[in-house]
């Protein structure tokens, strides 16, 4: 028998379980719904989906001939999350509050648990596997519906004093004035973020613009202006150059703070490729005096990161209780 680990990302729809080997190579994913029946009311005990995950878990490696021999299973949950003590704290989207998450898990699976934000852990996945590779002090933000970051400084992720590093998605834009989901006013990923993209491209079309925009079925989304940039459509090129510009004086700064060697863009949004990161490059050229600049790249894992950043986590968490 071989022993591995298991990585599981949690997401708003679906939940993604890995079975990985020692060396981090994954032998087998699959996707189950992340059940939420009480939402969107609050649990500090989601029952229901815990024994689904329990019993997905157990089939996965019971297929492969490692019952006993999974050596930790770390979980990457969106929302805020307390790493030390396993709790999710508040997963707005899931209903979470105060879920003891890692210790449930433990209790049901009987192998150690150890969980993390998701953009932690997909942060994680692309430093051990992905566009960060090789690098000790990274950071790498995700654009979906809405934004957050994840910072490694010398290796070690960083969550900050209250678990809350990385939210730079509510530090506010002057002049903006979008109403962001947390209830105020002007946020960041009210603009850098796959909805901000969709509604920019939205108030294009209703100011008048000329933009084959007008004609997408339906919700625009931000691959319909990623493709209408492609075919060098000047309002979607000028809508990921808004976006751009005010993503990146704000990581500007956060590479004033943290003197990161590479800055990865992840998340749907980050399909874009260099519809977003030239303009990024163009402010760093201009406005970066430090002679070494930062890469500015595009994940290279995709939906796989997170998944690969959970397997590390459990994998890190087995050397430490070797090292303890």
Avoid: W
């Amino acid at each position: 028998m071989q022993k591995g680990f298991v990585g599981v990302d949690i997401g708003g729809t679906n939940t993604v379980i890995g079975l990985f080997d020692q060396e981090l190579a994954l032998l087998e994913k699959r996707s189950i719904p992340t059940l939420k029946p009480n939402f969107p009311k609050k649990t500090d005990n989601p029952k229901e989906f815990f024994d689904v995950l329990t019993q997905e878990i157990q089939a996965v490696i019971a297929k492969h001939d490692v019952i006993n021999k999974i050596e930790c299973v770390g979980i990457g949950v969106p929302g805020k999350v307390d790493p030390e003590n396993g709790i999710a704290i508040n997963a707005v989207n899931l209903g979470y509050q105060n879920v003891p998450f890692a210790d449930e898990m433990e209790r049901r699976l009987n192998i150690p648990t150890f969980i993390d934000n998701d953009v932690r852990t997909y942060t994680r996945g692309e430093a051990v596997a992905g566009a960060g590779a090789g690098l000790q002090n990274v950071i790498c933000i995700t654009l979906g519906t809405g934004m957050a970051a994840g910072i490694m400084i010398d290796g070690q992720m960083i969550a900050g004093s209250d678990y809350f590093a990385g939210e730079m998605g509510h530090d506010p834009v002057p002049g903006n004035e979008a109403l962001c989901n947390c209830g105020n006013i002007g946020c960041l990923e009210t603009i850098a973020s796959a909805s901000g993209i969709s509604r920019l491209a939205k108030e294009a079309i209703q100011s008048g613009k000329t933009t084959i925009l007008k004609d997408v079925a339906g919700e625009i989304s931000s691959k319909d202006v990623y493709e209408a940039s492609v075919k060098g459509d000047q309002v979607a090129i000028g809508v990921f150059k808004e976006v751009a510009t005010v993503l990146g004086f704000k990581l500007l700064s956060a590479t004033y703070l943290v003197n990161p060697e590479v800055i990865i863009i992840g998340g749907g949004a980050a399909a874009a490729g260099h519809f977003l990161t030239d303009p990024i490059k163009e402010i760093f050229i201009k406005y970066y005096i430090n002679e070494k600049q930062p890469l500015i790249v595009t994940g290279e894992l995709g939906d796989s990161a997170g998944l690969i950043g959970a397997a590390s986590l459990a994998s890190a968490k087995k050397k430490e209780m070797k090292n303890a």
